[in-house]
């Protein structure tokens, strides 16, 4: 792994191609203090369990086939409650197995820009290996979802972590991640690496819910290869402010009849500033991509609402569809939709449409009994609340139940 170390070196200072930039210096990289490791979720701290739950993570573990978490740099719980499913830290399954590599920055570059060199550097040279391995068994089909957590409970820290997840050939997995911050932090830096990799015939549904606090910057890098038939579903749900996200997860559809679907919901408060995308490259002989946003600003937020998709070879469809809603004159929603095409005889389509509640509909609910700000409360909900599909009906309704959880208030 020493090319990945020297290339990351090289890429320590290289700025993000979009979003806003970070002071690297301002977080701390050295480790503190472990924290201890739990025998059950039910020995973390009650208020702790209480913001894991509100990203979707159940402390009780009911209806799930594995839980994980880490907490800022250590992993404080791992849990595998399925024979079908692998589920341990990094550091324990590069120690397991030496194949492990052949999957470690193949999708997501160390030099992709200086969030990756961060996390590739603590990994290879500082030994800081966070993060988690999942995979599944050859034909496994595994109805209840894993559970991950990434949250961070001290003041000021650089949270990195290296997520690897494969799904062999014709399993089906589903995880539920949730990112968090404990209540006394105010100030730190996430950077999360993950790759995916979909086997022949595999499918994935990958659903993340972050609840971040107000001061904290967030870089997730993520990459995904799709093979021959295999399926990959990517629900993002983010609805409390932040200082900053800058996401951007590329799907490789690489593989004959190859799909993915990118579903998002962003609502913006205060002074977040919100730069989420989707990218897609279809390759493969009948690939297929969509990808779906739902955006809503307020006070002074901004949001850039980006999707990507690229066909290269004949017969590939693919469709971007980008709505939103300005709730605040200080608000601001910027939408990116790009269609690139390089062969042809391909179906490639975008809608984007931006604009203000219908005051015809305020009237509408108001004339009813609502009050004003009710009703506008009701209308973003509903504008926000999308169906979710490809799921199993439980889990679809565990991520109905999450999406509602995280519009309280709203």
Same mark, same amino acid.
């Given at each position: 792994?020493?090319?990945?170390?020297?290339?990351?070196?090289?890429?320590?200072?290289?700025? !993000?191609?979009?979003?806003?930039?970070?002071?690297?210096?301002?977080?701390?990289?050295?480790?503190? *203090?472990?924290?201890?490791?739990?025998?059950?979720?039910?020995?973390?701290?009650?208020?702790?369990?209480?913001?894991?739950?509100?990203?979707?993570?159940?402390?009780?573990?009911?209806?799930?086939?594995?839980?994980?978490?880490?907490?800022?740099?250590?992993?404080?719980?791992? =849990?595998?409650?399925? *024979?079908?499913?692998?589920?341990?830290?990094?550091?324990?399954?590069?120690?397991?197995?030496?194949?492990?590599?052949?999957?470690?920055?193949?999708?997501? =570059?160390?030099?992709?820009?200086?969030?990756?060199?961060?996390?590739?550097?603590?990994?290879?040279?500082?030994?800081?290996?966070?993060?988690?391995?999942?995979?599944?068994?050859?034909?496994?089909?595994?109805?209840?979802?894993?559970?991950? #957590?990434?949250?961070?409970?001290?003041?000021?820290? +650089?949270?990195? !972590?290296?997520?690897?997840?494969?799904?062999?050939?014709?399993? *089906?997995?589903?995880?539920?991640?949730? #990112?968090?911050?404990?209540?006394?932090?105010?100030? !730190?830096?996430?950077?999360?690496?993950?790759?995916?990799?979909?086997?022949?015939?595999?499918?994935?549904?990958?659903? +993340?819910?972050?609840?971040?606090?107000?001061?904290?910057?967030?870089?997730?890098?993520?990459?995904?290869?799709?093979?021959?038939?295999?399926?990959?579903?990517?629900?993002?749900?983010?609805?409390?402010?932040?200082?900053?996200?800058?996401?951007?997860?590329?799907?490789? #559809?690489?593989?004959?009849? =190859?799909?993915?679907?990118?579903?998002?919901?962003?609502?913006?408060?205060?002074?977040?500033?919100?730069?989420?995308?989707?990218?897609?490259?279809?390759?493969?002989?009948?690939?297929?991509?969509?990808?779906?946003?739902?955006?809503?600003?307020?006070?002074?937020?901004?949001?850039?609402?980006?999707?990507?998709?690229?066909?290269?070879?004949?017969?590939?469809?693919?469709?971007?569809? #980008?709505?939103?809603?300005?709730?605040?004159?200080?608000?601001?929603?910027?939408?990116?939709?790009?269609?690139?095409?390089?062969?042809?005889?391909?179906?490639?389509?975008?809608?984007?449409?931006?604009?203000?509640?219908?005051? *015809?509909?305020?009237?509408?609910?108001?004339?009813?009994?609502?009050?004003?700000?009710?009703?506008?409360? +009701?209308?973003?909900?509903?504008?926000?609340?999308?169906?979710?599909?490809?799921?199993?009906?439980?889990?679809?309704?565990?991520?109905?139940?999450?999406?509602?959880?995280?519009?309280?208030?709203?």
């Amino acid at each position: 792994m020493r090319d990945v170390l020297q290339r990351a070196e090289k890429a320590k200072n290289k700025k !993000a191609a979009t979003g806003s930039d970070i002071d690297l210096d301002e977080f701390i990289k050295e480790d503190k *203090e472990e924290h201890e490791i739990v025998d059950s979720i039910q020995d973390i701290p009650k208020n702790v369990k209480e913001t894991l739950l509100k990203v979707g993570v159940d402390a009780s573990e009911n209806e799930r086939s594995g839980s994980f978490i880490q907490m800022d740099q250590s992993t404080i719980y791992s =849990s595998p409650m399925s *024979e079908s499913i692998e589920l341990m830290n990094l550091e324990m399954a590069l120690d397991k197995y030496n194949w492990l590599d052949q999957y470690m920055w193949k999708i997501v =570059s160390p030099d992709s820009d200086k969030y990756t060199a961060q996390a590739a550097i603590r990994e290879q040279e500082e030994g800081t290996k966070s993060g988690y391995l999942i995979r599944s068994a050859p034909g496994s089909k595994e109805v209840f979802p894993l559970q991950a #957590c990434m949250f961070i409970g001290d003041e000021a820290v +650089m949270q990195t !972590a290296h997520n690897i997840i494969i799904a062999e050939e014709n399993s *089906e997995i589903h995880l539920i991640t949730g #990112c968090a911050t404990g209540e006394d932090v105010s100030s !730190a830096l996430h950077v999360g690496v993950t790759e995916f990799y979909l086997k022949p015939g595999a499918k994935i549904t990958f659903t +993340m819910v972050h609840n971040w606090a107000e001061q904290v910057e967030v870089r997730p890098r993520t990459g995904i290869r799709i093979d021959d038939n295999a399926t990959f579903i990517n629900n993002y749900i983010l609805t409390s402010p932040l200082k900053s996200i800058q996401s951007y997860p590329t799907a490789y #559809c690489h593989g004959k009849n =190859s799909k993915s679907l990118f579903q998002s919901i962003q609502s913006g408060h205060k002074d977040s500033i919100i730069d989420v995308g989707s990218r897609v490259y279809l390759s493969g002989e009948g690939s297929r991509a969509e990808v779906i946003s739902r955006a809503v600003s307020h006070d002074e937020s901004k949001i850039y609402s980006r999707g990507h998709l690229a066909g290269t070879v004949p017969g590939v469809k693919g469709h971007l569809e #980008c709505h939103g809603l300005v709730l605040s004159d200080d608000s601001m929603i910027y939408a990116v939709p790009e269609l690139e095409a390089s062969a042809n005889n391909l179906e490639m389509s975008h809608e984007a449409a931006v604009g203000k509640i219908d005051e *015809e509909e305020i009237y509408y609910l108001t004339a009813r009994g609502l009050t004003e700000e009710e009703a506008t409360s +009701m209308i973003v909900r509903g504008f926000l609340s999308m169906d979710i599909t490809g799921l199993p009906p439980e889990l679809a309704n565990e991520t109905k139940k999450m999406i509602d959880m995280s519009l309280e208030g709203i």
